[in-house]
């Protein structure tokens, strides 16, 4: 294997994580390193025999090593180029290439798709980068040409956006910008509705694109509904709610942009259409005196938790968050309700929402139990992949 400076040694017993192919190495775990590494280093990682185990990039921090390979083989351009095919012909086969009523999708997904650290999502010819690690960051011209090389035509720019996901630990300045090529903010569709994409200045990458086959379930619950969608964002959950043939849809979030952008949408969809109104305001004030106005209510917050330090607080705030939903929604009323959290797992989720819906004394069962679409694949010896929860709830 090429490029890698240093060996990062294990305690003994500590390697049977990565004989069971999981894609991390804790700071915990290391004896020691051989010689001087830089975050963003490849490092080979052995057992304290001396047994080879994997290789990945040295970070600083709990996660000490992401993974990339557990051969011995070389990490060079061919590695890479190897990777990202893999990762599109996995699209391919889920038919998201060349399809024109989807042109906006995840194309890499970190440790999903043997990438840790790396998340691309193509938005109708332009990937648009973010690196949650050095070493996928230290290589983000690399893997633009490849991209290039593989995509052809269908490519037309790639623009990095890693200058908020990179650890804030990491010695390095970050600029936005394109890596190849140029484009504009552009309009994409998504089961032939438009949305309007800003990657330079929107959250995330520019679009919640793991929430694809969640809004379409909310189509299908939407008729002769009062729907609520509260962090609305861009308002997709909203106009697939109109499209469902809702009565009345009212848009909420905390951020001006946020609204205007989905005022926006729902224009480019349903022009001077009266079912719909948006409103710039906290949720939890918001949901504060609404008994029986709404029967289908949509909550899908930010993470509240970015950090296990941080895990309590945000199982409370799902607590309460759910409780409010739960008390002041009609009888035979709908909940969507999500977590995108990493760090909150399934169970703790649902045991929040659990007591949440005990707080309000209605009787609340599960009709559906959701999670991100096929081109966020979760790879199965790495469980924390699975970030996205949801439940469907009926309140009677």
Not at 101 to 125: A, K, M, S, W
């Amino acid at each position: 294997m090429t490029n890698t400076v240093a060996t990062v040694v294990l305690n003994k017993g500590k390697e049977q994580s990565l004989k069971r192919f999981h894609p991390w190495v804790f700071s915990g775990a290391i004896k020691k390193i051989t010689a001087e590494v830089k975050e963003g280093d490849l490092v080979r990682v052995v057992s304290n025999s001396n047994e080879f185990l994997a290789a990945g990039h040295y970070q600083i921090g709990s996660i000490a090593v992401r993974i990339v390979s557990f051969k011995d083989v070389a990490i060079d351009r061919d590695f890479w180029k190897q990777r990202l095919s893999e990762a599109i012909n996995l699209r391919s086969s889920l038919g998201l290439l060349h399809n024109e009523q989807t042109n906006v999708f995840r194309l890499v997904h970190g440790e999903g798709d043997g990438l840790p650290g790396l998340i691309i999502d193509f938005y109708n010819g332009t990937a648009v980068y973010q690196a949650h690690s050095v070493g996928m960051y230290h290589i983000r011209h690399l893997l633009a040409e490849i991209l290039k090389e593989l995509l052809g035509d269908q490519l037309v720019a790639v623009y990095d956006k890693s200058d908020k996901t990179l650890p804030f630990k990491a010695d390095i300045e970050p600029e936005n910008g394109y890596l190849l090529g140029e484009s504009s903010p552009t309009i994409v569709n998504e089961y032939n509705n438009a949305f309007r994409v800003d990657w330079v200045e929107g959250q995330k990458t520019g679009f919640f694109v793991d929430q694809r086959e969640n809004r379409r379930l909310v189509r299908e619950f939407s008729k002769n509904r009062d729907v609520l969608n509260m962090f609305c964002y861009s308002g997709g959950f909203s106009f697939y709610a109109m499209q469902g043939d809702a009565k009345m849809v009212h848009s909420v979030d905390a951020s001006a942009k946020a609204i205007e952008l989905t005022r926006q949408n729902v224009e480019l969809n349903y022009p001077k259409d009266p079912r719909h109104e948006a409103y710039v305001a906290d949720a939890f004030d918001f949901m504060r005196d609404i008994k029986d106005k709404y029967d289908l209510i949509i909550l899908d917050p930010p993470a509240f938790a970015k950090h296990r330090n941080a895990l309590s607080q945000a199982l409370q705030a799902y607590k309460r968050l759910n409780a409010r939903a739960f008390e002041q929604i009609r009888s035979g009323g709908i909940v969507f309700t999500f977590s995108c959290s990493q760090v909150v797992t399934k169970d703790k989720f649902r045991e929040a929402v659990f007591s949440g819906a005990a707080i309000s004394g209605r009787k609340v069962r599960i009709l559906h139990q959701l999670t991100q679409p096929a081109d966020h694949p979760v790879n199965i010896y790495h469980p924390e992949g699975e970030y996205l929860k949801g439940l469907v709830l009926y309140v009677d």
